[in-house]
Each structure stands twice: as structure tokens, then as C-alpha cells.
């Protein structure tokens, strides 16, 4: 698998929401709320290449996952890393966090923070697989118990 940086004259737009959507379809009606991806367009998608740092894992012209890195001053948020429901499991969102590491490294950042939502418990595994650890919990506007877990993982500068 090849991993390109995203750039905003990247010209498959429409094939990173599709995967997006996709990797994230098993959410729906186990949430709430409802993932910001719903939201997600093709266009929102080039904006945001162009202000924060995206990548895609490539093969065979394929897009099989994707990743958007967000420097903040103490950390790199790690939002929207997906991976195509049939490449799952083949250690493509391991290798985009490798990606994520590297680029904190690169950025001099002592951290990966990341957020996932309280009812997804396989994705709070993965994660601290992956050597993330839960650094609190947060509710969205209007809920009165907790929504998301955050999650964060030091990097070896």
C-alpha cells in the first residue's frame, strides 16, 4: 500500500467520503449523538486538506483508509482515520497511526490525542492496542452524561 499525503488539489473527493461513510456506517443508530461524518461533503473534505494534514493509504488505485492529523500546541489530533470496511482488520489504521507518530515527531509533539465515542467499547480496544490511554471524558452540547472518550498516546520524541 501506498501512503500519499492529501493536497487540496487531490482530485477523488467523492471516493474519501464514500470510504469515510462507509467505515463509519456501523455507527448509525449505536450513537448518539450521530457522527459528525454525516455531515461530511466532498467540498468540506477539501477544505479541510487545506488546513489540516490528511493522508490515504493507496493500492491498486484503491482507497483503502485514510487519516486527518490536527496540530495543537501539546498534542496531534488524530480525527476522521477510517479504513474501508473490507480492508479492515489487514493493519492499515495501525499504519496510518504510525504516519500520525511520525508526523508528531516531525511537528516536535509529545502526543497523539484522539477522540471515540463511549458506546464504541472494540474501538476503545484497538486503540489501546495501539498504546493510547483514556485521558477523560467529554458530553457533546445538550447531553448530560458523558459521550466521548479521549484518548492519548506518548510519543517518543
Excluded at 493510547?132 to 467529554?138: M, P, Q
Aim: net charge neutral.
Amino acid at each position: 500500500m501506498d501512503t500519499v499525503r492529501l493536497e487540496p488539489d487531490f482530485d477523488r473527493y467523492d471516493e474519501l467520503l464514500a470510504l469515510i461513510l462507509a467505515a463509519f456506517a456501523y455507527m448509525d443508530g449505536r450513537i448518539d449523538p450521530p457522527s459528525s461524518a454525516r455531515a461530511l461533503t466532498a467540498e468540506s473534505l477539501r477544505q479541510k486538506v487545506s488546513v489540516e494534514i490528511a493522508f490515504a493509504g493507496i493500492e491498486r488505485g484503491d482507497l483503502l483508509g485514510c487519516v486527518f492529523l490536527k496540530p495543537e500546541p501539546e498534542c496531534l489530533y488524530v480525527g476522521k482515520l477510517a479504513v474501508a470496511p473490507a480492508s479492515q482488520r489487514g493493519g492499515i489504521g495501525r499504519h496510518l497511526i504510525g504516519i500520525a507518530e511520525q508526523t508528531a515527531r516531525n511537528l516536535s509533539l509529545p502526543a497523539l490525542r484522539l477522540q471515540t465515542r463511549i458506546e464504541l467499547t472494540e474501538n476503545h480496544a484497538i486503540f489501546a492496542a495501539w498504546g493510547f490511554v483514556e485521558a477523560g471524558r467529554s458530553a457533546h452540547p445538550g447531553f448530560t452524561r458523558p459521550t466521548s472518550i479521549e484518548m492519548k498516546k506518548m510519543i517518543v520524541l
